[in-house]
C-alpha cells in the first residue's frame, strides 16, 4: 500500500529558478517529516509540521502543511546546485510503522 | 559519537548465499527499521522493531528476518540472496513512537546479488 504519491519523480531547473515538489496521501495524518539524501548518504531530516496549515521556513527553503494534514509542499526559492539531492517525505501511520514517499530527484545546473 | 552504524558498505553475493547486514545505534533509540532503496526510488520499509524483543513486518519483508536481542543491535539476514534483492539498504533508529521525532540513519549497504 501506497500511503504517499510525491510528485513530481524528477526535476531538472537551472540555478535561480524556484520549484515546488508536493507530497500527498489519501489518509490524514498527525505529523509530516521531509528528508533530503544526497548521493550514498542516508536521509537527512529537513522539517518536521505538524499542525494544520502550518508553514515553516528554513532559509530558502518553506514547508507547508495541508489545513486537512493530507498533504504537504516544499517549495525551494532560487535553487542553487546545492539544493540537488533526493527529497523524501516520511509520516507514520500511527502503528509503529514509518513510511516514506517515493521521492523527488532534484537536480539544480549551474 | 557515531549515531548508526551499519556493516558492511559494500557486499556481492551469488544467488543462494546468506549473509546478517549489521546495524548499531549508541542513541538508546527504541525505535529501528530496515529499509531498502532501488534506483530512483524512495525506502520501502523491509522490518521494524519498537524495542528490544519486538519485530514486525514492513511493506517487502519477504526473504528477509530480523531479530532485536539489545537495544543497539538490529541486525538484517538475507536467508537466501536473490537478484531481486540488489539494493541499497538503509538501517534506521528515532526515539519515541511519535511521528515528529527525527530519524537517524546509517550510510548504507550497497548489496549485489550475482
Known amino acids: 500500500t501506497q500511503l504517499l504519491e510525491q510528485s513530481p519523480q524528477f526535476l531538472s531547473i537551472q540555478e535561480g529558478e524556484n520549484l515546488t515538489v508536493y507530497c500527498n496521501s489519501s489518509?490524514?495524518?498527525?505529523?509530516l517529516q521531509w528528508y533530503r539524501q544526497e548521493p550514498g548518504e542516508g536521509p537527512v531530516l529537513l522539517v518536521t509540521?505538524?499542525?494544520?496549515?502550518e508553514v515553516k521556513k528554513l532559509k530558502r527553503l518553506t514547508f507547508q502543511f495541508g489545513d486537512a494534514r493530507k498533504d504537504s509542499s516544499l517549495h525551494i526559492t532560487a535553487a542553487q546546485p546545492g539544493d540537488t539531492g533526493l527529497y523524501l517525505c516520511r509520516l507514520s501511520d500511527n502503528f509503529n510503522k514509518f513510511y516514506f514517499g517515493s521521492g523527488t530527484k532534484l537536480n539544480v545546473k549551474p | 559519537n557515531a549515531g548508526v552504524t551499519q556493516t558492511p558498505k559494500f557486499q556481492v553475493l551469488k544467488t543462494g548465499q546468506s549473509m546478517t547486514l549489521q546495524c548499531a545505534q549508541d542513541m538508546n533509540h527504541e525505535y529501528m527499521s530496515w529499509y531498502r532503496q532501488d534506483p530512483g526510488m524512495g525506502l520501502r520499509l523491509i522490518h521494524y522493531s519498537v524495542g528490544a524483543g519486538i519485530t514486525d513486518q514492513g511493506e517487502v519483508p519477504n526473504g528477509y528476518n530480523v531479530s532485536r536481542s539489545t537495544t543497539e543491535d538490529f541486525p538484517l539476514r538475507l536467508l537466501s540472496a536473490a537478484p531481486s534483492q540488489t539494493s541499497v539498504y538503509f538501517c534506521?533508529?528515532?526515539?519515541?513512537?511519535?511521528?515528529?521525532?527525527?530519524?537517524?540513519f546509517g550510510q548504507g549497504t550497497r548489496l549485489t546479488v550475482v
Open positions: 489518509s490524514v495524518f498527525s505529523s
Open positions: 509540521v505538524v499542525t494544520g496549515g
Open positions: 534506521a533508529s528515532w526515539d519515541g513512537a511519535f511521528g515528529n521525532t527525527e530519524a537517524f
